[in-house]
């Protein structure tokens, strides 16, 4: 759909540094920026002492590892999971742990989160405290099953809560009520680094580290594995998840960074010493979560883990071998969910405003981007189902600025009790489990609650534009500062501009993606252009001389040659 383009109204930047290039102080003012959030060191990072639960939780872990007690990770099987999984993992070990292990639920088997069924896994393995990585908070039963067979629990998560928390041992989660933490959006990773931080803080207070004549670790060293988790489960790039990212993209770009990274970064064709948030984002990420859609997220875990750079590049080909295969399921079902919409003779004016979809053989792991595409596509909340047993199917929704879904969820809930089974999630995203045979109901009430919380105008897509820029600002140097202003990501965007150009070239390349030649209306500048995954119907278009375009700055690079590119979000015909 042709989204309506709206450029940002221009505010007052005299509070902003002085040094930084004028485009680049506007950029930061109209997204909020004051000057602390120009700075983005280490030492600006919020302290602990406000997330409420760490000193309680960090004592237990201090004593199981002092006792040489046998804890046992218990982690998610996405990206944000998988590196929360990783750097509790190394970080216990650094300081001086021998007996730690991870478990992390196959999807098909066990679902999601801390369940009874998996706790009996931890139990035949002989675990006494159980640490929950970006899951836990809703998991009331799991910790009860847990509590009953002597273990002890610490509760990590990042989630929103329910009404009722588990009876945890302790439980650290910036997002319940209790909890002062400014940086709510913080990811699972985010919070499992405080966690280690705090672990680590508490352990030389005890004399450890000279006891067992060891260093005291480097935490640093991780990040690089928080950014690729903070980035890759798309939270909010509020300041202290932008100085997270920056400083484990200084570790990529300097070549400090773990093995399993940049073998992730060599299969994804990414230069490590180039690397920008988006490519963790788009390209080290879905190579990541493809384990934990499709097989299992312990081969994610153990590529990050690895130390062994051969190691590492057998495993992130494996990884790549299972993406694709994801791709190529994707777009199968992508298709089917087009075609079952367009049977039902919908047009974009008479789509429902909340879509809801379902297909029996669809493959549980692949339906959360499903959503995605869909909601992208016609700008609509949306969740797609798949069958998860005999008598029940579990979605995966994606929601639309102004919808918060799992709040969505929970008033649906309330409404019909019984027909969700289980839900959770976030503003944007959530899961959720239905009891088959109730799907035509629930489509309804989705359908009926998204009417009530949204108004048309929200179904509309709108692109937020930074503006037109000049002939001199169309160049590889500003696509440089622009880039050097980062790391840009979720509620803290890429800048985008919009203007008209003449299109003086266009083919298409890759199958799919539209490569262009375009000229300025009025300064006759030249510059490259690309749009990717293009309706084939439409484009190329021989007869199209001018076109609208909305792009953002990029430097292409091709046989050791930086060139300008534009890459464009929307092109519309003049």
């Not at 650290?172 to 919070?191: H, L, M």
Request: proline content about 4%; hydrophobic content about 45%.
């Amino acid at each position: 759909m042709i989204r309506n383009i709206r450029r940002r109204a221009p505010v007052n930047d005299s509070h902003l540094p002085h040094h930084l290039p004028g485009l680049i102080k506007q950029i930061y003012a109209v997204r909020g920026c004051q000057p602390h959030d120009c700075e983005l060191s280490l030492a600006n990072l919020l302290t602990p002492d406000e997330m409420a639960g760490l000193s309680e939780a960090s004592e237990i872990i201090c004593q199981a590892l002092m006792h040489n007690r046998k804890i046992l990770i218990m982690g998610d099987f996405d990206a944000d999971g998988a590196t929360s999984t990783t750097v509790c993992m190394l970080a216990l070990r650094q300081m001086g742990a021998t007996q730690v292990s991870y478990l992390i639920p196959n999807r098909f088997d066990f679902g999601y989160g801390l369940s009874p069924e998996i706790v009996d896994v931890a139990y035949q393995q002989g675990a006494e405290l159980l640490i929950t990585v970006d899951n836990g908070i809703s998991s009331i039963e799991g910790v009860k099953a847990a509590k009953a067979l002597g273990m002890q629990v610490v509760i990590t998560d990042h989630h929103l809560p329910g009404k009722t928390l588990p009876d945890a041992d302790a439980i650290v989660n910036p997002n319940i009520d209790t909890c002062g933490f400014s940086s709510k959006s913080i990811a699972g990773v985010g919070v499992a680094f405080y966690l280690m931080s705090a672990v680590r803080a508490k352990l030389q207070q005890y004399n450890w580290y000279q006891q067992q004549g060891i260093a005291k670790p480097n935490l640093g060293q991780l990040l690089d594995v928080v950014a690729l988790g903070t980035v890759a489960d798309v939270v909010a790039l509020d300041g202290n998840n932008r100085i997270l990212v920056q400083a484990g993209l200084k570790r990529v770009r300097s070549g400090q960074c773990r093995p399993g990274i940049t073998a992730l970064l060599e299969v994804a064709k990414r230069n490590p010493q180039r690397i920008i948030a988006a490519d963790f984002g788009f390209a080290v990420g879905p190579r990541l979560n493809a384990a934990g859609r499709l097989d299992e997220m312990a081969l994610g875990v153990e590529t990050l883990l690895c130390d062994d750079m051969m190691q590492a590049r057998r495993m992130a080909a494996e990884l790549d071998g299972l993406n694709a295969e994801r791709r190529d399921l994707e777009a199968d079902m992508q298709q089917e969910a087009l075609k079952s919409l367009q049977a039902l003779s919908l047009d974009e004016q008479a789509l429902p405003w909340a879509i809801a979809l379902y297909q029996s053989d669809w493959h549980q792991g692949v339906i959360g981007i499903l959503a995605s595409r869909i909601k992208d596509k016609y700008h609509r909340p949306v969740i797609a189902f798949a069958q998860a047993s005999d008598d029940e199917i579990k979605g995966s929704a994606r929601s639309i600025k102004g919808l918060h879904m799992r709040d969505a969820l929970e008033l649906i809930n309330s409404r019909h009790p019984g027909m969700i089974t289980k839900f959770g999630g976030h503003a944007m995203a959530a899961g959720l489990s239905l009891k088959k045979g109730q799907f035509d109901r629930f489509a309804q009430a989705f359908d009926e609650v998204v009417r009530e919380l949204l108004d048309e105008a929200d179904l509309t897509g709108e692109l937020l534009s930074d503006g037109e820029l000049t002939a001199s600002d169309l160049s590889i140097e500003m696509a440089e500062l622009i880039r050097e202003a980062g790391p840009w990501g979720q509620a803290f965007p890429e800048p985008l501009f919009d203007g008209h150009f003449r299109v003086v070239q266009q083919r298409i390349v890759g199958e799919k993606h539209l490569k262009l030649v375009l000229e300025t209306e009025c300064s006759r500048v030249m510059v490259d252009a690309i749009a990717f995954n293009v309706d084939l119907n439409t484009w190329p278009d021989a007869t199209v001389q001018h076109a609208q375009v909305v792009y953002k700055l990029d430097v292409n690079e091709f046989r050791g040659k930086q060139t300008l590119q534009l890459m464009i979000e929307q092109i519309v015909p003049m």
